[in-house]
């Protein structure tokens, strides 16, 4: 399997509550990176996983968390949204941390009302 | 603190021409520098990178100057194709920390005329 897939691709959730987006990695890369992009902004870090372990995060709280499974997937689960949650949201993978080279999904875009 | 601007929003060229895309970053941490291209409803899709030792990286009609003196790099297409409009980000990062962490700048919306 090539590329990389995100679920769902469009999402409204109320604020208070929690969502879980989802990411297939590209086969053989064992490291994602998840980023958020505002509208008319760049992609923000949010956190990478490497070998199922977070490696490195960004200036985001806490109730955004992720997870890393070995069959290439993984998930970013937010709790109690927040209405400037409302962005896209890119998973993007590699073959190792050390790559930047990253393949991006095409991202799930969050609304919070 | 936006540690990677590219203070352009827009630019419209002709076709055939030569597009230049301009980058600033404020961080001398920054040791590896890369550019990505998105089109609407798809993902960013990686066109090319710089490492900090060099001053100059070409692949086809693409070529990326950096120029750390002055913390600037900027991306040339010659020439042109109206397949190339979309919006294109820089990217930054300090490269031996390994984290996966890529600061990028606001992204530049590139129009090619036919």
């Known amino acids: 399997e090539t590329g990389v897939t995100q679920s769902p691709t469009h999402l409204i959730k109320t604020r208070g509550q929690q969502v879980t987006l989802r990411c297939s990695s590209q086969s053989g890369h064992n490291t994602v990176s998840w980023y958020q992009q505002a509208l008319g902004q760049g992609p923000q870090f949010i956190f990478q996983y490497y070998r199922e372990e977070e490696n490195g995060r960004g200036n985001f709280p806490p109730r955004f968390s992720g997870l890393q499974f070995p069959n290439y997937s993984s998930e970013l689960n937010v709790n109690a949204l927040e209405l400037d949650d409302s962005a896209l949201y890119l998973c993007a993978s590699s073959p190792d941390p050390a790559n930047y080279g990253y393949t991006f999904g095409s991202g799930t875009r969050l609304t919070v009302v | 603190d936006q540690q990677v601007k590219q203070n352009s929003p827009s630019l419209s060229v002709q076709e055939g021409r030569i597009s230049i895309l301009n980058c600033d970053y404020t961080n001398s941490m920054f040791d590896y520098f890369l550019w990505y291209k998105k089109y609407p409803a798809e993902g960013p899709t990686f066109l090319i990178s710089?490492?900090?030792?060099?001053d100059k990286n070409e692949d086809g009609r693409f070529t990326v100057f950096l120029n750390k003196s002055a913390k600037h790099l900027s991306l040339h297409i010659v020439p042109s194709q109206p397949g190339d409009s979309a919006v294109y980000f820089c990217a930054a990062s300090a490269g031996s920390s390994n984290t996966g962490k890529l600061i990028f700048g606001q992204g530049t919306t590139l129009q090619v005329k036919p």
């Open positions: 710089i490492s900090s030792i060099k």
